[in-house]
């Protein structure tokens, strides 16, 4: 027997369709991802904690969930919505279907809704906030919901997805690499793969780890991850980065390479502001051109706020990067010390691999603090 499922908006818009995944009840910021493919990606980036998510490509669960593609141990969504739900997988990789993931997972999902029109509605009047159910069938009692449901705003949503130790990523790897401290905001196993590829030797730390246990450990750099929810919020994070600028180990600078929310709590650190987007970045299609070079690269975007490019001290800061879409800051280093930052997701899972030279750029910028050439020239090639 099929499942009923509702979708209800604060400005009382509402979407009805077939239950899939688990029953129950939750609420999220509703937006929309354009991507293609990478549904899995999705599911597990901690990123959207706090979000339900809307898949603008019409078919979506025909490869089915497998073991590789997760970016992190679990699903971090609150709620997943689809025009239609594949009734087949068809991977060699596939080991279950998306159905029975979210069941297991706890998400509830709803199918059959037109996503075109729910598109077409968040880009006018922008990301809402929402509820999705299976229980509560009431239109009125989930408007209601909707509304009081608390928002991404001033929500500190980092401290509910970090790790609770820090931890080696593959620990017999790259044991003479440069040594990368990464700070947990809601890190993407994309992220540490790819350090791993470059050479690194990678650990792991919680979001509130202070800037001097961090040291102890001496890295060589400092990867400042992505993460949920809104920047401004996360203040011990915002003092802890300013606390490795401003007062480096030794006098000596570590290098710093921030990505997606990671740019917004160094642009904050920084002394900038951030604002929230109208419906926010999200999906594997998004133009961004190197200021630098002038070439154009498809990205992989997910975030909701973005940091003011007027805020912050030009005389410091150079803006690298620009979104081709709303023209707002895609990416941003400082012109005398060892740190950069990018909105985007260079690491690209899923999606393009247009920017897998930033982390490049950042072995760079360690190699040259461990050889005694503290600098940013590296960057400006």
């Known amino acids: 027997m099929k499942r009923r499922a509702l979708l209800a908006l604060e400005d009382g818009r509402l979407f009805e369709g077939e239950a899939f995944g688990a029953d129950g009840e939750r609420a999220g910021e509703l937006v929309f991802n354009t991507s293609m493919t990478g549904y899995q990606e999705v599911l597990t ?10 898949m603008t490509y019409p078919l979506i669960g025909n490869y089915g969930i497998n073991e590789d593609d997760g970016e992190s141990r679990r699903a971090w969504l609150e709620g997943f919505v689809v025009r239609e739900l594949s009734q087949v997988r068809s991977n060699w990789r596939s080991t279950k279907d998306l159905d029975t993931f ?15 029109a729910l598109t077409r509605h968040l880009r006018t009047a922008g990301a809402m906030r929402s509820v999705l159910s299976t229980t509560d069938l009431d239109p009125k009692s989930l408007v209601a919901k909707a509304k009081a449901s608390p928002g991404l705003e001033g929500v500190d949503l980092v401290k509910r997805v970090t790790c609770d130790a820090p931890y080696d990523w593959d ?8 040594r990368v401290a990464v700070m947990d905001y809601g890190v993407k196993f994309g992220i540490l793969r790819r350090l791993l590829s470059e050479g690194c030797r990678v650990r792991v730390y919680p ?13 060589d750099g400092v990867m400042l991850s992505n993460g949920p929810g809104d920047p401004a919020a996360v203040t011990y994070a915002i003092t802890h980065i300013r606390r490795l600028i401003e007062e480096p180990p030794g006098g000596r600078p ?17 002394g900038g502001r ?26 992989v975007q997910n975030h909701g706020f973005n940091v003011d490019m007027e805020s912050l001290d030009q005389r410091d800061v150079e ?30 899972s899923p999606g393009p691999h247009d920017a897998h030279y930033l982390f490049k750029r950042f072995v760079e910028l360690m190699l040259q603090r461990r050889s005694g050439s503290q600098g940013v020239r590296s960057l400006k090639t």
């Open 45 to 54: 980036d901690p990123s959207y904690k706090g979000q339900i998510v809307a």
């Open 319 to 348: 803006v690298t990067h620009l979104n081709l879409n709303d023209r707002t800051l895609e990416g941003l280093e400082h012109r005398r010390l060892p740190l950069f930052s990018v909105q985007f997701h260079p690491e690209a």
């Open 102 to 116: 979210l069941g297991e997972q706890g998400v509830p999902g709803i199918q059959g809704v037109d996503t075109r």
């Open 207 to 219: 979001a509130a780890t202070p800037p001097d246990e961090l040291v102890a450990d001496k890295p």
């Open 274 to 299: 951030t604002f929230k987007l109208k419906f926010g970045h999200h999906g594997a299609n998004h133009p961004v051109k190197d200021l630098r070079t002038e070439r154009v690269a498809i990205t």
């Open 254 to 270: 570590l290098p710093l390479f921030g990505i997606c929310l990671g740019q917004q709590l160094l642009g904050l650190a920084l």
């Open 171 to 178: 620990p017999q790897a790259n044991a003479a690499g440069p």
